[in-house]
């Protein structure tokens, strides 16, 4: 299937997913929030907590499949993977902003993710990451385009991969801060400890890192042109 064709498919499957995905926010803000979204964080039962990460998990996988589907090899399955995983990704705010009229702004704090732990951070950081990923994705489907080797070495993966937890911890550090006041890394994670949920729901988002988001998404540029360059 030609490149332009499979991006029309995948995208559209993308803009869907964002929709299903910000419909099902729709619904868990009606029942936690009806006042509207705001921190601190609503107790959440903790049913519906598990739900939440098992759904997160479906999500990673519908994603993961979409990759096997449409890559012939493991990196152009990759990059179908985080091109289809950005597209969601912005589009779910895109339709939050038209059914919600939430975020305000690019600068609204929101939850992110929950695995392994909570991430947070104002939109516009997700929305950055969303776009180098899809950046990264082109470079190496516009590789294979023009007949060129699209494996990615092990030098950039590493840089991918260092850039990558870059951002992550920058995207748990100030929750985790919060909870490391009052809990050990183990028990963090025990949704069903009455005082551990008690304690999360009391976050207030302080200050996003943003010299580590920086540094990680330096790294990532970096690795990105590096990949770029590559004659063969």
Not at 62 to 79: C, N
Not at 113 to 130: A, E, K, M, N, Q
């Amino acid at each position: 299937m030609k490149l332009r064709r499979l991006l029309i498919i995948i995208t559209a499957f993308s803009i869907a997913m964002g929709f299903l995905e910000s419909a099902v926010v729709v619904y868990i803000r009606e029942i936690l929030y009806p006042g509207g979204f705001e921190f601190p964080l609503s107790t959440i039962p903790v049913n519906l907590a598990l739900t939440e990460l098992f759904r997160e998990v479906a999500t990673l996988v519908m994603l993961i499949t979409i990759g096997i589907l449409a890559g012939r090899r493991f990196s152009t399955g990759f990059a179908w993977f985080i091109y289809c995983f950005a597209i969601w990704d912005i589009f779910y705010y895109v339709f939050l902003w038209l059914l919600l009229g939430w975020p305000q702004s690019l600068m609204t704090w929101d939850v992110l993710f929950l695995i392994p732990t909570t991430w947070t951070g104002p939109v516009l950081s997700p929305v950055l990451v969303s776009l180098t990923m899809i950046l990264l994705a082109l470079v190496i489907l516009f590789r294979v385009e023009r007949g060129k080797d699209s494996r990615i070495p092990g030098k950039i993966w590493a840089g991918l991969i260092l850039g990558s937890l870059i951002l992550i911890f920058g995207f748990i550090l100030d929750y985790s801060q919060h909870m490391l006041t009052h809990f050990s890394l183990f028990e963090m994670g025990q949704l069903k400890n009455p005082e551990v949920m008690k304690v999360a729901t009391a976050y207030v988002p302080r200050r996003f890192p943003w010299g580590v988001f920086a540094a990680g998404e330096a790294v990532i540029l970096t690795s990105i042109g590096w990949y770029w360059k590559l004659r063969k």
